[in-house]
């Protein structure tokens, strides 16, 4: 379950389930995060957690929220790819200028289920459940969105490799 501590700085890697948003006893918008093996409170929102990800692989929030937008034409909570060569895709359940915007990681979702108007259990593949205030419907949106933005950056990437092999890196 929950932890008793916080760590001020967290990196999201290929085995981060969620960033899930918080607020903390003293009314502090912080964040939970779910990994395969080990849970964590950060003392930063979901949000600048993933930009700082964004940033890490050269990017940010804002430029891979545009880069969606140019392949998949998805302008309101765009699923984005931190890092495609490592499956690190991820969509918000809600505006990611909201505080109550968590982060979910698609490589990780096995399904999720209504638990009631306003609620959908997020089931992971290693077992690892999260409760979010987002609806059946929104989740299941979300969750087929990323697959098709997903799809179609994979299918550029892998054009790019077969048509122009010395002009892209391998991983």
Not at 40 to 58: L, M, N, R
Not at 67 to 94: L, N, Q, V
């Amino acid at each position: 379950m929950f932890k008793n501590y916080f760590i001020s700085s967290y990196e999201i890697t290929p085995v981060t389930l969620a960033v899930i948003a918080h607020v903390d006893a003293t009314g502090n918008h912080v964040s939970y995060v779910l990994e395969e093996e080990g849970d964590y409170y950060v003392s930063v929102s979901p949000t600048k957690i993933i930009d700082h990800a964004c940033k890490f692989f050269g990017s940010s929030l804002r430029g891979r929220q545009d880069g969606t937008k140019e392949i998949c034409g998805i302008t309101h909570k765009a699923p984005i790819s931190i890092d495609p060569i490592s499956g690190m895709y991820f969509f918000p359940t809600s505006s990611p200028s909201s505080n109550k915007c968590s982060w979910i990681s698609h490589s990780h979702v096995t399904h999720v289920k209504p638990r009631n108007q306003k609620g959908t259990e997020i089931v992971f593949k290693n077992g690892k459940t999260a409760l979010l205030e987002m609806s059946h419907g929104s989740a299941m949106n979300q969750l087929h969105r990323t697959a098709e933005f997903r799809y179609r950056l994979d299918a550029r990437l892998k054009h790019l490799r077969k048509h122009n092999p010395d002009m892209v890196a391998e991983p």
